[in-house]
């Protein structure tokens, strides 16, 4: 069992829907979650990273994070067709001063 | 990713050739990772250095060594390129917040597509 699981998708929405991806972790140890966003044949971008229990907002991202459920999700409001990409969450553990991936999940948004 | 670059950008090589692979920094980073992408696995890390001359292996090092003999540079050498090395590779920096707030945020550089035939 992976440490950070991820469905792989493709999750489609339609051009201004709520696009929900999400992460759950198996590692109670595990401190902070990033998600971060990948364009086909790009290098991964961070959007953004939570420590705390609830909603973390900017702009049209939200993440959320439930430590006692071990997940993680990101909602992106208004999506847009540029929102379409690759998002990977990641998280970190002190031990290891390193972030796990989990494996991306697809999101393809339709005009 | 303006202050980190890779070289190559790709490489096509044959199995049983060296191959080294450079991420260069300008952000005076503390840590820096080498990482690999493959479908279907996402980002595995390969090693990572936390500081001149401190490396430590990630989960799928077998086959790969490291070298950082400046902060700015670090190496990553197939000593004996294989087909199964064939990736994406990426490079990535950080720089923990002192105090030990417990995030870590990584920045990735443009990848380096290395086959191996």
Redesign the interface.
């Known amino acids: 069992q992976k440490e950070v699981e991820q469905n ?1 998708g493709p999750l489609s929405v339609p051009e201004g829907a709520i696009a929900s991806l999400n992460c759950t972790y198996s590692d109670r140890g595990s ?2 979650f ?1 998600w971060y966003r990948q364009y086909s044949g ?5 959007i953004m ?1 939570i ?1 705390s229990n609830g909603d973390k907002e900017d702009g049209r991202f939200t993440a959320q994070l439930n430590k006692a459920s071990q997940y993680v999700s990101l909602l992106i409001r208004d999506s847009q067709p540029s929102d379409s990409a690759t998002y ?1 969450c ?1 998280g ?1 553990y ?1 031990g290891r ?8 999940t697809r999101l393809q948004v339709q005009p | ?1 303006a202050g980190i670059t890779q070289s190559p950008r790709h490489k096509v090589t044959e199995t049983g050739t060296p191959v080294t692979l450079r991420c260069h920094q300008t952000e005076n980073h503390r ?1 820096m ?1 080498w ?1 690999r992408q493959d479908p ?6 390969i090693h ?1 250095s ?1 500081g001149v001359k401190d490396t ?1 292996k ?1 989960e799928v090092s077998d086959g790969y060594s490291v070298s950082r003999s400046k902060t700015e540079d670090f190496l990553l050498t197939l000593e004996s390129a294989t087909s199964s090395q064939t990736s994406v590779y ?1 490079c990535a920096i950080s720089d ?1 917040v002192q105090g ?12 380096t597509r290395l086959t191996v035939l």
């Open positions: 792989s401190q902070s990033f790009k290098s991964p971008e961070l990273f420590y990977l990641a970190f002190t001063r390193a972030l796990t991936f989990g494996s991306g | 990713d840590y990772y990482y279907g696995h996402g980002l595995r890390l990572y936390y430590d990630g990426f923990p030990g707030t417990g995030y870590n945020e990584q920045f990735f550089g443009p990848g």
